[in-house]
């Protein structure tokens, strides 16, 4: 028996609604609260799993992220490079580009539910409202909106060459693309289907994010993501966070934004209002995209170590795990609270 | 312990990408190719590795029992180019970035007409259990597709003096095995690929499904007097009977043996010749003298220009 199922067994009931009186320094209340902890501590440990996306393995790997250890791997794909949760949260839509499908992996237990055909998907995501799933592809240069009810494809819009990351304005109504190949950031009106704009921002921009009236989007072949305008359609000012500035992130809290820079290998912790570096963390092996535990612990996929990186945001520790060729994607099961 | 090595391979991989290409590539604004240029250092060392391997396995039998002497070092010096450019060089680089992108488009078009590839393994269920097996029926369905490509090379006028360079060699060793026009390259690595994503080979077995085909036709091309024997003849492809499909009588279309790795293809076509006390010389009398003796680029040039001359046919 493990000391988290004694410490579980053992808590009297009710201690939830004993935990909110005030502590005093009784020993009862200590302990009480060192067994809640430790309670928490165990609950999370023993949920959380770590979806990884080994992108030329080509396979996708579950982690136990407690003991580092894989529990299960799902191979004969061909080369799998984003996932997404579906709005309801109950399928990880993950993306096997060059195998032109989707697969719907159950997050808690890692069951594929079922594949669907899907032209070339790269990178994905839902609009905010949950209606539409927009699929850029990178090497077909095409956007695809999708009603997210059934996967019908309601618009394949030419996007240019590499169409790469999507984000979206707060009201499901634009989404905004990077295009890695033009050095520029797409917009598409979501309701007419049709393209908007294109604004220049920088070579190679990958990563983008929608943050409170403006885009962020990391510029590849520079040191900096650009914050851009999507009114003005102009590039505001740069956040410098090292060579290769590749994808951003906001923590689950809203407390932080976290990006990454690809060349420099470093995850750049940043202050959301005032777009400041608070520190940088070094992270060797080419930190690419990230995800959050509910322990705080950032997670980032090293793509040319084979491994993937556990970072506490405290201590500024790093830890690694092997995990397969050119990780890409990650995902943590479960998700930390919004 | 093959976790371990694979591990060493893919830190080897990330630490030449990290140092050196990476940094070139942010340099000249071409970060874009970032993945290919990844994969392309991940198979460049797959291939040493490959080179590696056959190395140790022919070079001591070559010189325990060779066939001839070596008297034309110089010959086997440019197939050792060959060698290099063909497994690390500039082809396998174009490949990654450019063949890559038109198979996506090519499978996103085949996606969107609702066809999905079969694989072996979703026609024949129980395979799916039985990795090993599986993996052998892939080497016997690409083997009979090589097969017919390397008989095809033989009966079609152009393609035979694209090939011819590969038979104009007579200091064949190990090394010969990758002698070959750059567009007869092309051509069979599209032909490969095509019946591998037809089938549904696995990205992940097709690394070591070229490592041991690309080593049993090394070791067939071999300066090595061997024969497997009456039986062995009948299930492999040994020197003694590839050496017979180099022989002087053996050129164009009155080629023997042209199988790759398993001689039932000649067997059953009728195209067999299991004399097995036979080492013929090799070489291709009608080709031109350059072709034999000329450096890398002469050779290439030739080809290309017997190529488009059709009427030059050997």
């Not at chain 1, 420099?264 to 092996?285: C, N």
């Not at chain 2, 078009?109 to 999905?116: H, Y």
Request: contains cysteine.
């Amino acid at each position: 028996m493990s000391l988290c199922e004694i410490t579980h067994h053992d808590l009297p009931p009710n201690s939830g609604h004993r935990m909110k009186r005030p502590i005093i320094a009784s020993l009862s209340s200590w302990l009480m609260a060192i067994a809640l902890g430790l309670v928490t501590f165990c609950a999370s440990a023993q949920a959380d799993l770590v979806y990884v996306l080994n992108s030329t393995d080509p396979s996708i790997v579950k982690i136990d992220s407690r003991t580092g250890e894989e529990v299960r791997r799902i191979e004969g794909l061909r080369e799998v490079h984003h996932l997404v949760l579906s709005p309801d949260g109950k399928e990880l839509l993950i993306a096997d580009s060059v195998g032109n499908e989707i697969l719907f992996v159950e997050p808690a237990t890692g069951n594929v539910l079922r594949r669907e055909r899907i032209s070339n998907p790269y990178h994905l995501d839902f609009t905010p409202d949950g209606r539409l799933l927009v699929v850029a592809s990178l090497r077909r240069g095409q956007v695809d909106i999708y009603d997210a009810n059934g996967l019908r494809l309601l618009e394949r819009l030419r996007a240019g060459n590499k169409p790469s990351h999507i984000a979206f304005s707060p009201d499901s109504r634009i989404a905004y693309v990077t295009i890695q190949g033009d050095g520029t950031v797409m917009a598409i009106d979501l309701q007419e289907r049709r393209i908007l704009w294109q604004a220049p921002v920088g070579p190679e921009p990958a990563g983008i994010l929608w943050h409170r009236g403006r885009l962020i989007v990391g510029i590849m072949g520079r040191d900096h993501f650009a914050v851009l305008n999507p009114e003005t359609r102009q590039v505001e000012s740069t956040i410098r966070v090292g060579r290769g500035a590749h994808t951003i992130f906001p923590s689950p809290d809203g407390k932080t934004l976290w990006a990454t820079s690809r060349v420099q290998s470093r995850i750049a912790e940043i202050e959301p209002d005032t777009l400041q570096v608070r520190r940088f963390h070094e992270v060797p092996g080419g930190p690419d995209c990230l995800a959050f535990g509910p322990d705080g612990a950032v997670w980032a996929t090293l793509r040319w170590a084979g491994r993937i990186a556990r970072l506490d945001p405290a201590s500024g520790e790093v830890s690694t795990i092997r995990v397969g060729r050119s990780p890409h994607g990650i995902f943590v099961q479960p998700r930390a609270a919004q | 312990m093959f976790k371990t090595l694979d591990d060493w391979h893919t830190r080897l991989t990330g630490w030449i990408f990290e140092t050196f290409l990476q940094p070139a590539l942010y340099a000249t604004d071409l970060m874009n190719i970032a993945d290919e240029m990844l994969e392309w250092v991940d198979f460049a060392l797959f291939s040493i590795f490959g080179i590696i391997v056959t190395y140790i396995v022919c070079r001591p039998l070559e010189a325990w029992r060779p066939v001839e002497p070596v008297t034309d070092r110089r010959a086997i010096r440019t197939d050792i180019i060959y060698t290099l450019l063909a497994r690390l060089g500039i082809f396998p680089l174009l490949a990654f970035i450019l063949l890559s992108a038109i198979q996506s488009r090519l499978e996103g078009m085949l996606a969107d007409t609702g066809f999905v590839t079969p694989t072996l393994e979703s026609l024949l269920p129980f395979l799916q259990e039985a990795p090993l097996l599986t993996f052998f029926i892939y080497v016997v369905i690409l083997d009979f597709g090589e097969y017919w490509r390397h008989r095809l090379q033989h009966t079609i006028g152009w393609w035979w003096a694209l090939h011819s360079i590969h038979h104009a060699q007579r200091q064949m060793t190990f090394w010969t095995d990758d002698r070959n026009h750059i567009l007869d390259e092309t051509i069979a690595a599209l032909w490969f690929g095509t019946i591998a994503l037809l089938i549904g080979v696995s990205p992940a077995q097709f690394p070591l499904l070229l490592l041991l085909m690309r080593l049993v036709e090394a070791f067939s091309h071999g300066n090595i007097r061997l024969s497997f024997g009456r039986i062995g003849e009948r299930l492999l492809v040994s020197p003694r009977y590839h050496r017979l499909h180099h022989g002087v009588l053996s050129v164009a279309e009155h080629g023997k043996n042209y199988a790759v790795l398993f001689p039932v293809w000649d067997w059953l076509f009728k195209t067999a010749d299991f004399n097995r006390n036979t080492y013929p010389r090799t070489g291709d009398p009608a080709a031109p003298e350059l072709i034999a003796t000329g450096g890398w680029l002469t050779q290439q040039w030739i080809g290309f220009k017997r190529m488009i001359g059709i009427g030059e046919k050997a």
